[in-house]
């Protein structure tokens, strides 16, 4: 059986009531809200997909964390006290990248310094990711560290 043009009601999907939308025991299926104004067409086009930002472009801003609080978290992550909750957040940003994370924030190395590490190979990501995803680390770490004080 063929549907007419007005079959489907955009505010709740319901058939229109014509005699082309009835059912096989002779039923029919109508809404009480339609208006043939507003029906579903397959030349409408599908709604945007919603993008989220990705991680290599959120800034410090984006995170909250400011130039004194970068530099409180850079010396924090020379301290011991703080090894469990530094290890923890670089593999909470990206564990695939986080032993290059994590010698890059303890010796203090730029990403040209981790990017053929011994003992680690090649770093799999690009200078624009491992970047960001060090700022994600950060960011992560900023908020286990309050957590901790919090508690």
């Known amino acids: 059986?063929?549907?007419c043009?007005?079959?489907?009601?955009?505010?709740?999907?319901?058939?229109?009531?014509?005699r082309n939308c009835q059912k096989t025991d002779g039923s029919v299926t109508s809404c009480d809200k339609y208006n043939q104004?507003?029906?579903l067409s397959f030349l409408e086009p599908l709604p945007k997909p919603v993008r989220q930002k990705l991680t290599r472009f959120f800034t410090?801003?984006?995170y909250g964390i400011s130039?004194?609080?970068y530099k409180e978290l850079c010396s924090m992550c020379h301290k011991?006290?703080?090894a469990d909750l530094i290890?923890?957040?670089?593999?909470?940003?990206?564990?695939?990248i986080a032993e290059y994370i994590l010698l890059s924030v303890k010796e203090n190395k730029s990403y040209e310094g981790v990017e053929y590490a011994q003992g680690l190979g090649r770093i799999p990501c690009g200078r624009t990711d491992f970047y960001g995803y060090r700022r994600l680390f950060y960011h992560i770490l900023?908020?286990?560290i309050r957590q901790r004080e919090t508690k």
């Open 37 to 39: 104004y507003e029906q």
């Open 87 to 96: 290890r923890s957040a670089a593999y909470t940003a990206n564990k695939d």
């Open 5 to 18: 043009r007005r079959c489907l009601c955009r505010s709740c999907l319901n058939t229109c009531g014509c």
């Open 80 to 82: 011991k006290e703080y």
């Open 1 to 3: 059986m063929r549907k």
């Open 67 to 69: 130039r004194e609080r």
């Open 60 to 62: 410090w801003d984006d």
């Open 142 to 144: 900023d908020e286990k």
